[in-house]
């Protein structure tokens, strides 16, 4: 069974940066493909980035420019680097695993999420 813990959040000024971690157990990242959500209160969860199985990227035009994701195969663990935040980035941050769509309902496997807060 796939494992995934995320960690990195806090609360950072608007401008400021932020790197979460996706740590994976239960499996190899190795062809699997990957993502990154998020929610806002009272919004439905959107997508940010993903990380496919065959090693391309896809970001979403909301980060694109200011979000960059990773993935260290050694360490088993996911990363997106966020630079510029805004106060619009603000919300829980959750990895999924196991697609390699943008519809957070593709996915089969979820962390608990990590709070990101970017103060204006």
């Known amino acids: 069974q796939v494992h995934l813990v995320e960690s990195g959040g806090g609360l950072v000024q608007a401008g400021g940066s932020l790197r979460l971690s996706c740590v994976v157990s239960g499996r190899s990242m190795s062809a699997y493909s990957m993502g990154w959500f998020r929610q806002a209160p009272g919004k439905e969860r959107e997508f940010v980035a993903i990380a496919h199985w065959g090693g391309g990227i896809t970001v979403g035009d909301s980060v694109k420019g200011r979000f960059t994701i990773s993935r260290d195969y050694a360490k088993n663990t996911m990363y997106l680097q966020m630079d510029s935040l805004k106060s619009e980035d603000t919300g829980t941050y959750y990895c999924?695993?196991?697609?390699?769509?943008?519809?957070?309902?593709?996915?089969?496997?979820w962390g608990q999420g990590t709070q990101v807060t970017v103060s204006s």
């Open positions: 999924a695993g196991g697609s390699s769509s943008s519809r957070f309902r593709d996915y089969a496997s």
